[in-house]
């Protein structure tokens, strides 16, 4: 079971949708809204031992959409890879803006990704957050209006994948251009509902009081409006319609006739969507104004941001410097859980190893005594420390290598160091002869191995090969610089014969 609330800051309104996400599907717990100067009864919703997860959105006026396509299967790291190949072609301030992209697959071509590159301003961003914070809650995160609208769409009509969506909210309009299920377009109207409840009681403040003014409003049928009667709402009324027709004849232009829903407070007049549609008769389908339910409309931008929560790739504009601090803490105290894990984890196979290390040190105390029992009897008797440390200095008094075992470089090291020396980077190397000069053998053990190497080489100037030969009196790791070195300069090419180290004896 998931639990998300989406809450929608739309003032003076603070609106705040309880989901619950289960086996069964998506069952809407609770809608609630208040003022956002009064939001106690809401915050009971997010504070009282609420263990699910807070979601908020932008306003779509904060938000750029661009699309984007990439030519990438769907993987772990697509995200990454289009927000690389995004700030590459983005003209924006990376410090000032913030870009995320909205993934959908291409279904014509599975090796193409089509995404949509929404961007906001970090500094709208902060205010939201800090909005959010002065209301006593720490968002998870954060999206924008307009895709919280797509999802609301998907949610309650799935079948319908094309159509224009306008939420008549208190403070702004959004219009919405859905295609294929996918935002295509946004745009917002600034003003709201509430512009038009003040010029109305611009007209009516001699009669009726401010806080009355919204009930006058919805007995107020805008089919049968008498312009004369309200001349402020009358011109307010016509401004707005006239913006939203403009909206929509673009949303059209490009689109072709689709339908056209209304959501947020669409009873603020009686008959408020069919006076807004008055136009549009031509432009756009108007046979499903009726789809959702009241509340539904008026919570429709809360449940979006909590339904957008539960899909594949929600949205996110909380990243960087704007990760959720209580994230910080949930990691924080993963890691140190992690770190106590992880020392008795320790702390358990330090024990078993200890364990360990006993019993194989008895075993081989135990068969040390049975054979130095042939030996020396007085040993046995003394502690097991006292015969192991006998043991250890009779091995090495003892040690004696193996004398057929070679000491020399191995010829693949000696091309190896010549192909990497700086000072041979710029030398031309014609011949290269590996010898063994001297090696133990029957009749003489103790000789040891000595290998020599003649290499023949040019170099263009004559300072690289004084370098060279300087570097060979010196010694490294493989030459050595006791034994002779031969050096000869001729026509067009120099030799250098020398010794190679040998390597430290072998632990027997």
């Not at 209304?262 to 009726?290: C, H, I, M, Q, W």
């Not at 009241?294 to 990760?323: I, M």
């Not at 000069?437 to 090969?465: N, R, S, W």
Request: charged fraction near 25%.
């Amino acid at each position: 079971m998931m639990l998300n609330i989406g809450i929608h800051l739309d003032p003076p309104y603070l609106l705040a949708s309880l989901i619950e996400k289960g086996r069964k599907g998506v069952v809407v717990r609770s809608l609630q809204a208040c003022q956002i100067s009064q939001p106690d009864d809401v915050k009971r919703l997010y504070t009282e031992n609420f263990k699910g997860k807070i979601h908020t959105g932008l306003s779509a006026a904060e938000l750029l959409v661009r699309p984007f396509e990439i030519e990438i299967g769907d993987s772990r790291y697509l995200e990454e890879a289009i927000a690389f190949q995004a700030e590459a072609t983005s003209h924006l301030p990376a410090k000032e803006f913030l870009t995320v992209p909205w993934i959908k697959p291409n279904q014509k071509d599975k090796q193409k990704t089509e995404s949509l590159l929404l961007t906001v301003p970090r500094e709208s961003l902060r205010s939201h957050l800090d909005q959010c914070g002065a209301l006593g809650f720490d968002p998870d995160s954060v999206s924008v209006v307009s895709t919280a609208l797509c999802h609301f769409l998907q949610w309650k009509a799935p079948l319908l994948s094309n159509a224009f969506l306008v939420h008549l909210g208190s403070c702004e309009w959004t219009c919405i251009w859905v295609q294929d299920g996918v935002l295509k377009k946004s745009y917002c109207i600034g003003g709201g509902t509430e512009a038009l409840l003040l010029t109305l009681w611009e007209d009516r403040k001699r009669i009726h009081l401010q806080k009355e003014i919204g009930n006058v409003a919805r007995q107020i049928d805008l089919l049968q409006f008498k312009p004369h009667l309200n001349l402020h709402l009358a011109q307010k009324l016509d401004e707005m319609r006239q913006e939203l027709s403009k909206v929509i004849h673009s949303f059209h232009r490009d689109a072709g006739q689709q339908p056209l829903l209304f959501t947020g407070r669409v009873d603020a007049f009686a008959n408020f969507p069919e006076f807004l549609t008055y136009a549009l008769a031509e432009t756009v389908s108007l046979d499903k104004l009726d789809l959702f339910s009241a509340e539904e409309q008026k919570f429709a931008v809360g449940l979006g941001l909590a339904l957008e929560q539960t899909s594949k790739r929600p949205l996110q504009f909380l990243k960087e410097e704007f990760f959720p601090r209580k994230n910080w803490r949930k990691l924080g105290l993963y890691g140190l859980s992690i770190l106590g894990t992880s020392l008795l984890l320790s702390l358990g196979l330090l024990g078993l190893a200890m364990k360990g290390l006993e019993v194989r040190k008895t075993k081989m105390m135990a068969s040390l005594q049975n054979s130095l029992e042939k030996w020396d009897a007085d040993l046995v008797s003394k502690d097991p420390d006292t015969l192991l440390s006998h043991w250890v200095k009779a091995v090495e008094t003892n040690t004696v290598e193996y004398p057929y075992i070679p000491r020399i470089p191995q010829t693949a090291e000696v091309l190896a160091w010549l192909s990497s020396h700086p000072l041979f980077q710029s030398a031309s190397v014609g011949e290269v002869h590996y010898r063994l000069i001297q090696f133990p053998h029957i009749g003489a053990l103790k000789d040891p191995y000595a290998a020599q190497v003649e290499i023949e080489f040019q170099v263009g100037e004559t300072t690289d090969a004084r370098r060279i030969h300087e570097a060979l009196l010196k010694g490294d790791a493989l030459v050595d610089a006791t034994k002779e070195i031969k050096w000869e300069a001729r026509r067009d090419s120099y030799r250098a014969v020398f010794f190679l180290k040998n390597r430290g004896p072998y632990v027997p």
